[in-house]
């Protein structure tokens, strides 16, 4: 069977989004799940058969979807009534939209670097170089730091059991040195 001519195929489009909050990441199987759910119960059974939503993969915090030419902006609509994958509390951010997927993974490429800068060392505070990498706390709580967007951090309660995610800002964070910390801290 030859392949079709360019003017024959199917036109799609291809949506970039970025998955909040930050170190979710669901099963891709269970995204297309959580997002059909959202477009049927939105547009109805007809609308997503027209619309065929998909989930193409899940990448570094990003989720990359496809839907017929034409129906992206309804599909993006669908996306942010999305609320939860598999009870746990999910958005979907719309970043870009296009014609291909290697367009899509450039600006995962290029999105990357502008988190990692935002989430270096100048928008957390630093120790001051006894340790190699610091450690913090939230009051008595020592946490762990997930991401960091400008002055927004989302860190994880350390501890054995019920962990918790805290959605702090830099300055209520301290820092801990390794040498308190095996002193019995």
């Known amino acids: 069977m030859s392949i079709r001519p360019p003017t024959l195929r199917e036109k799609r489009r291809y949506l970039l989004a970025r998955i909040d909050p930050a170190g979710t990441n669901p099963e891709a ?101 006894k340790c190699g990498t610091p450690q913090y706390q939230f009051g008595s709580i020592p946490v762990e730091i997930v991401v960091c967007h400008g002055h927004k951090v989302d860190a994880l309660e350390k501890g054995f059991k019920n962990t918790r995610r805290l959605f702090l800002t830099t300055e209520d964070l301290e820092i801990i040195h390794a040498t308190t910390i095996s002193d019995g801290l």
């Not at 939105?42 to 058969?49: K, Q």
């Not at 034409?70 to 609509?77: H, L, N, Q, S, V």
């Not at 450039?106 to 100048?122: H, K, L, Y």
Request: hydrophobic fraction near 45%; proline fraction near 4%; include cysteine.
């Open 29 to 129: 199987k269970d995204l297309y799940y959580a997002v059909y759910e959202a477009v049927v119960s939105l547009f109805g059974d007809m609308a997503a058969a027209a619309m065929q939503p998909s989930v193409l993969a899940v990448e570094e915090g990003n989720v990359i979807l496809r839907c017929r030419r034409g129906a992206e902006r309804e599909f993006a609509i669908a996306l942010s009534t999305l609320t939860t994958c598999r009870d746990i509390p999910v958005a979907l951010r719309i970043r870009a939209v296009s014609g291909t997927i290697e367009s899509l993974r450039e600006r995962i490429a290029v999105f990357s670097p502008q988190e990692t800068s935002a989430a270096g060392q100048d928008s957390i505070p630093t120790d001051d170089g």
